[in-house]
């Protein structure tokens, strides 16, 4: 029997679909025990707090958290709005059983999916609000128009879109905070640093209104930079956009 404090772990991956390779939170799997505490230091809390803020999310609103990782800006969300219907979509199984354990420790229900953002695993217009915090940029380039897309699709009409991400100009190649140390495999095989100046490189396309464009491309309106912050040495950007 369902308690309003349920937590669901789903794979939404395709029965038999060979997973595509994806960037972990920490940049390697094996780093994960480290992403809270570092991001936790990096101050990483306050700038989900800002995204809540300037979703305007209220109570009984569906949210879907889109590279959620380890599940704290679901968790913000779903606490600090209480009555709202928080998904967390992420490739990285560890990560959402991670954000699992946070969730029923802390009794806030929600249901965490592994998936991609360029195919999410939840219907057309199935939520009024998209989340997502540090994530697009460990999105594969060839896959972030794709992603764009699908945060349209599962967006009701007049439903809203709140991103935190790195931008590069002004990025200071910043050394410290959750991505050092790793690499990441592409689609296409080629092996992307993550290392010391990897966020940069990772986050290029999302400043100068690169992220404002990717929005508009996906036929979403109304779209803008509608705050600029720094962490750990690195410019990062709030955009917001709605469904039509
Ligand atoms: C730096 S972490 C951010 C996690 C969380 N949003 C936060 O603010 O702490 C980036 C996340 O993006 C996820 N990710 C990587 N590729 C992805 C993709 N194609 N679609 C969705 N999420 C992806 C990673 O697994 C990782 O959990």
Redesign the pocket.
Known sequence: MSSQHDVRLIDGLAPGASP?P?????GKTWLLPL??PL?RLGG?RR??ARVVELAGITSGDRVL??????????LLVARSVPGTVVT?????RA?LEQAARKARRRRLPMTLVR????A?PMPDESVDHVV?????????PD?RAA?AGEIRRVLRPGGTVTI?DFSAPGDEHGSGG??SGGH?ASRHGRRRTYGHNSRHALAEGNGDGGLVQLLTGAGLVGAAEVDHDRIAGSALVYVQAHRP
Not at 22 to 26: M, T
């Open positions: 595509e994806y960037l972990p939170a920490a992403y809270d991001t990483v700038r989900h958290d889109l590279g959620c990782g380890t599940g704290n800006l679901a967390g979509v992420d490739p990285d990560s998936g991609y953002g360029q999410i997502s915090a540090l994530a697009l940029h460990h999105v594969d896959a992603t935190a959750h991505g990441g």
